[in-house]
């Protein structure tokens, strides 16, 4: 299984900055560009992925999220700005970011990571870093226009009650993105 743990933010967070979103992509659309851009119901923040996860270890990942989100409080966040991995000038992905009003999202990304290699799976990736994808350049791509573009985002500030174990079925969403299906929830303290 091709897992996540995630923070799905709540639908007027995500109706706020897909109002923000929606007049940049339709114009991208008429331009032609080679952003892809990902569908508003796939909006979350990532807080480890799991590439490669057997079956058997599902229970045992659930009860490690489940007892590490019991331990951490909710932190208070708002989707505010832009940016792009690896860099501005070689970008493949753009995002906007995820402001920490309280709380320490870092901390929490850490426990998740903790404990799933605790319960036998290896979480994947780089450093933490807080974000939410919007979307994805198919050849690295100068993204500064799309940086200053989106960059005056400040969305609604909120407090997420739960974590989300994710899976990604790969290819089976509309454009041959991937579909996801929470098959978890865990409520943070």
Aim: aromatic share 6%; with cysteine.
């Amino acid at each position: 299984m091709r897992l996540f743990v995630a923070i799905v933010p709540p639908d007027e967070v995500l109706d706020d900055l897909a109002d923000h979103v929606e007049p940049r992509r339709l114009a991208d659309e008429e331009g032609g560009s080679d952003l892809r851009w990902t569908d508003r119901h796939q909006w979350h923040v990532t807080l480890a992925f799991l590439a490669d996860v057997p079956d058997w270890r599902l229970d045992d990942l659930t009860a490690a999220v489940g007892a590490t989100a019991a331990r951490h409080h909710a932190p208070v966040l708002r989707l505010a700005g832009a940016g792009a991995f690896p860099n501005p000038y070689a970008a493949r992905v753009l995002y906007t970011g995820v402001e920490q009003l309280r709380g320490d999202l870092g901390r929490l990304a850490s426990g998740i990571r903790t404990a799933c290699n605790g319960a036998g799976v290896s979480p994947g990736g780089t450093r933490f870093h807080p974000h939410v994808t919007l979307g994805r350049f198919r050849r690295p791509t100068e993204a500064t226009r799309w940086i200053r573009a989106l960059d005056a985002h400040e969305g609604r500030v909120w407090q997420p009650t739960e974590l989300a174990l994710v899976e990604s079925h790969l290819g089976q969403g509309r454009g041959h993105r991937p579909r996801y299906e929470v098959v978890a929830t865990a409520p943070l303290a």
